[in-house]
């Protein structure tokens, strides 16, 4: 069964008109299992955001999909520094920086079809302070937002 | 919350910014000792809970990284 109804498909196929690069959606995700094996990662979530991210995809040719099946220390868990699934990395010219870990499900949905129009414009909505001042600033800034679905 | 610093991590390359649902990793959630949210944390430096102005959330970021003091420069 679909996650998104036909109302929100239309809604985001609307959204998703005003696209212009490509984003790339990367998806770090292990098979979920009803089974608890002691020392076997799980990953309750994993199969909804895979189905949820394709559906997503499949409204517009300018949002592609890989899914990458997460294994600790591989290469390219390596590469993005994956440490736990699911984690999503939404990948225009910004390289992964931009990542949600977890689902995207109630309100970060909507933001993270806004961060795919933002990136895939190239804008933001920052004011010109914010920008002057993190412009300002060459250390490396990390930044984690703990968030619920609501 | 999630929305800024996501903005901000698409136009500054120094910036990396993950949005973690909290109930999914909870050993996380417990390390960072996240019991509202959205909390936030910068740097494992400076962390705050519950929605700011961007201003403010600017604010943090100043306060967590090492080298930037306003209006001074090395001399």
Redesign the interface.
Known sequence: MALLAQADRDTISHMFEGLVDPVRILLFTIPTSALIVPGRETCESCSDVQQLLTEVSELTDKVTLDVHQFARGSEDAQKYGIERVPTILLLGPEDGRVRYSGAPFGHEFATMLQDIIGISRGETKLTAATREAIAAISDPINIQVFVTPT | ?????????????????????????PE??RR?G?SG????????RVEFVGAVS??Q??AA??Q?????EEGSAPA
């Not at chain 2, 967590?64 to 930037?68: L, N, Q």
């Open positions: 919350m999630a929305s800024v610093a996501h903005q901000m991590a698409q136009e500054f390359s120094q910036v990396k910014a993950e949005v973690i649902e909290a109930n999914e990793f996380l959630s960072y996240v949210v959205p909390k936030t944390i910068i740097n494992d961007e201003a959330f600017v970021i100043k967590a990284v090492p080298s930037t």
